[in-house]
């Protein structure tokens, strides 16, 4: 969702949503049948101590990062299911990252959804309100909500009721 002023929106509805997003619905278990529904619960670990170490590691497993908004990398692990975005330097949230995880059952896409911020309390607050915000406009727009809108520009699906225009 962009809305003037969400700079760490705009890093997490990048390319590690939008693409793990279609990889995860394209998924060879049901090719032709779209989701109808986005279940999104919240993860309380992330696997690893502090974003710096969960970046080395998915730097050493060979993965290659998106570049993406503010400096921000995203990576989609081999199995398509996971992905990872992190904050970049020049972001209010920085040092930030966040893992998402799909499966599908049915025409449900479940994700979870962990988020470690080591930035301030405020900032880290924000943070987590943008995403949640961004998974709530692409949980509407999957169910048919109309007032909800998506695109995708280069690597970068932005969801929102208010999209800004460029």
Request: hydrophobic share 40%; aromatic share 8%; proline share 5%.
């Amino acid at each position: 969702m962009l809305r003037k002023g969400r700079s760490s929106m705009e890093i997490f509805s990048s390319c590690a949503v939008g693409l793990s997003f279609f990889c995860a619905v394209a998924g060879p278990a049901h090719p032709a049948e779209p989701p109808g529904k986005l279940v999104i619960t919240e993860g309380h670990y992330i696997g690893y101590a502090t974003v710096a170490d969960a970046l080395a590691a998915l730097r050493a497993e060979g993965l290659t990062a998106v570049p993406g908004f503010n400096g921000n990398e995203s990576f989609v692990e081999p199995d398509n299911r996971v992905a990872w975005t992190f904050a970049g330097k020049d972001d209010p949230a920085y040092p930030s990252a966040v893992r998402y995880v799909y499966a599908m059952s049915g025409a449900v896409l479940h994700a979870e959804v962990t988020i470690l911020c080591e930035a301030s309390a405020g900032r880290c607050e924000k943070f987590r309100n943008d995403i949640q915000d961004n998974l709530a406009q692409l949980s509407r727009k999957m169910a048919g909500d109309t007032s909800a809108k998506c695109r995708v520009v280069e690597n970068t699906m932005k969801c929102g009721v208010e999209l800004e225009t460029k």
